[in-house]
């Protein structure tokens, strides 16, 4: 049996961090469906960029566009998702929207202006028009309104940017009051999320391994103890679905480590591992799965590091790196657009 398909059997939803339209084209996602139990994937800035630049599947569409900017990425990415979206639907109905999602993200320069993040979210997710596809929001604390009024407007939210149990915690209760209104209004209060969890930036910051496991670990304990309490069994037994846990950076940047590293010490059940393609070949070849993940609450007090500190600063370069990868997105578009028309020209 694959490394891949043993940790579904565990319980843990395998989703690829990453999308293009040559994936798409090429039948390669739905190969990794079949072979590598892919059941989802994520997308971010830097991934279209690197697309848009680098490859000419997207020039007719460009040149047949008469938006630019925003705009046009949105209709590009837009085009992408849904397609996504519509390969995976299968696996979203079999599972009654547990598994089977995709991602867009509003513009993280919104993410210090909640009431236009949240019109944006509610926008984008009416414009993809799919039921499994997730609207991104970070989890600063500027984005926890945001959270919470787009689950109570009906729109699944993937959050993003969360690096320690205190972060996690302030998105998961921005989702609970969400679905708690949904409930007190009558409505259905099966919305779908995931909390997205940042991990092999903690080793960076630290500079040696261990501190991500650790911190996931404590997350890990909170996300497990938050399932268990009595105020979210009273939202499950109003049918409302648990926003599930999602471990996201997860390829492996020390080269003299695993490549697999975050992969076989982050299987637990009912979470995801989004990994990149590479990540996600190489555990399919030579991963092991070794066991489930221990919710320890303690994890991470013997590095000697304030990592309530650490994580808030993880979390703003965070937010500033996506700043910087949006822009650089939006530069790629516009050049690739002049160049386009040069050559009509």
């Known amino acids: 049996m694959k490394p891949t398909q043993q940790l579904h059997d565990l319980g843990q939803s395998i989703w690829l961090d990453n999308i293009t339209r040559d994936l798409l084209d090429s039948g390669t996602l739905e190969r990794y469906i079949a072979e590598l139990s892919v059941t989802g994937l994520t997308s971010n800035p830097t991934i279209f960029d690197k697309a848009i630049e680098g490859t000419a599947s997207y020039d007719e569409a460009i040149r047949a566009s008469a938006a630019d900017g925003e705009e046009l990425f949105f209709e590009l990415a837009i085009d992408d998702l849904r397609r996504a979206a519509d390969t995976f639907l299968p696996i979203f109905e079999r599972t009654n929207g547990v598994d089977g999602w995709v ?34 929001i970070p989890g600063t604390p500027e984005g926890i309104p945001a959270i919470e009024e787009a689950i109570f407007a009906g729109v699944p939210v993937n959050v993003t940017l969360l690096f320690d149990s205190a972060q996690y915690l302030a998105a998961a209760e921005a989702y609970v009051r969400g679905i708690e209104r949904r409930v007190a209004a009558g409505l259905d209060p099966a919305v779908g999320s995931v909390a997205s969890v940042f991990v092999s930036r903690w080793d960076s910051a630290a500079g040696s391994l261990g501190l991500g496991v650790a911190m996931s670990q404590r997350t890990y304990a909170a996300y497990r103890a938050l399932l268990d309490s009595d105020r979210w069994q009273r939202l499950a037994n109003e ?89 650089e997105l939006l530069h790629c578009i516009a050049r690739k657009t002049d160049a386009l028309a040069a050559v009509r020209q």
């Open 103 to 136: 991602s867009l993200e509003v513009s993280p320069l919104l993410a210090y202006d909640p009431e236009t993040t949240l019109r944006e979210a509610v926008k984008l997710h009416q414009k993809a028009d799919r039921p499994n596809l997730f609207i991104k």
């Open 239 to 327: 049918g409302a679905r648990p926003q599930r846990l999602l471990w996201a950076s997860t390829g492996v940047k020390d080269p003299n480590a695993p490549d697999t590293l975050y992969v076989t010490q982050l299987a637990a059940p009912f979470t995801v591992n989004t990994m990149p393609e590479q990540t996600l070949l190489a555990f399919a070849d030579h991963g092991t799965v070794e066991g489930a993940l221990e919710p320890d609450v303690a994890a991470g007090a013997g590095f000697g590091i304030d990592t309530a500190a650490l994580a808030a600063e993880l979390q703003n370069q965070g937010a500033e790196s996506f700043d910087r990868s949006w822009e």
